[in-house]
């Protein structure tokens, strides 16, 4: 079974320009996560999808990041502009939904803002 | 809001055993989660607790104390392998997203 993907792996970019991660889940599964981790920290949870509907994205900059589940399966995450301080592993993960499931990590972006 | 307290770094001996203990603040949740995830790598799911008290999985196990706010991750038989940084996560209501703690960074040595 093929896991999470997610592309880009690594995104040099200057401050004030965008940028966009791509996540293609596991099939199947209906639920799909985007977390932010900054070097040290553990996760922090961006936003939740439920199949192509937003369960959670309280905690979304919303100023700057905006993402989307196209189709309910594949999902992009975008930020513009881009902040020093954004500079992170942003990870996605997937699961069949449930409370209690696990969620099956991707690899991650790592992003860096100079 | 949710808040979790994890030890920043433990060190163990190749063989011994460890626990890594986790405190939370909450109004409400479902469920204890514990992530492993290795330098440069993903985070993987380890085990969950739903309930009160001991889940075995393996060399792993976990508890639950709800009445205590407090949790542990036990790792048996440790081997160098094991050096990773740990995550305990609690689940919410709404579906399972999860609100991770800072993470506890085992050090595993010959």
């Known amino acids: 079974e093929a896991g999470v993907a997610q592309s880009p792996r690594y995104k040099i970019i200057e401050k004030r320009q965008s940028v966009a991660f791509w996540c293609n889940p596991i099939s199947g599964h209906a639920t799909l996560y985007w977390y932010q981790q900054i070097l040290g920290q553990g996760p922090k949870l961006l936003i939740q999808?439920?199949?192509?509907?937003?369960?959670?994205d309280s905690q979304l900059p919303k100023d700057r990041f905006s993402a989307e589940r196209l189709k309910g399966v594949d999902s992009t995450l975008k930020i513009q502009p881009a902040k020093l301080e954004d500079s992170a592993v942003y990870l996605c993960?997937?699961?069949?939904?449930?409370?209690?499931?696990?969620?099956?990590f991707g690899p991650g972006t790592r992003l860096t803002v100079l | 809001g949710q808040s979790l307290e994890q030890p920043s770094e433990v060190t163990a001996v190749e063989g011994a055993i460890v626990q890594i203990n986790c405190t939370y603040q909450t109004s409400g949740f479902y469920g204890l989660s514990w992530y492993q995830q290795h330098d440069g790598g993903a985070p993987t799911f380890l085990s969950y607790n739903a309930l009160d008290g001991l889940e075995e999985t393996g060399r792993f196990s976990s508890f639950l104390s709800r009445s205590d706010s407090y949790g542990y991750l036990l790792l048996q038989e440790l081997q160098m392998k094991d050096s990773a940084s740990y995550f305990c996560?609690?689940?919410?209501?709404?579906?399972?997203?999860?609100?991770f703690g800072g993470g506890t960074r085992l050090m595993v040595k010959p």
């Open positions: 999808f439920q199949n192509n509907g937003v369960v959670d």
């Open positions: 996560a609690l689940s919410g209501f709404a579906g399972n997203m999860l609100t």
């Open positions: 993960a997937s699961s069949p939904g449930g409370a209690g499931s696990e969620q099956f």
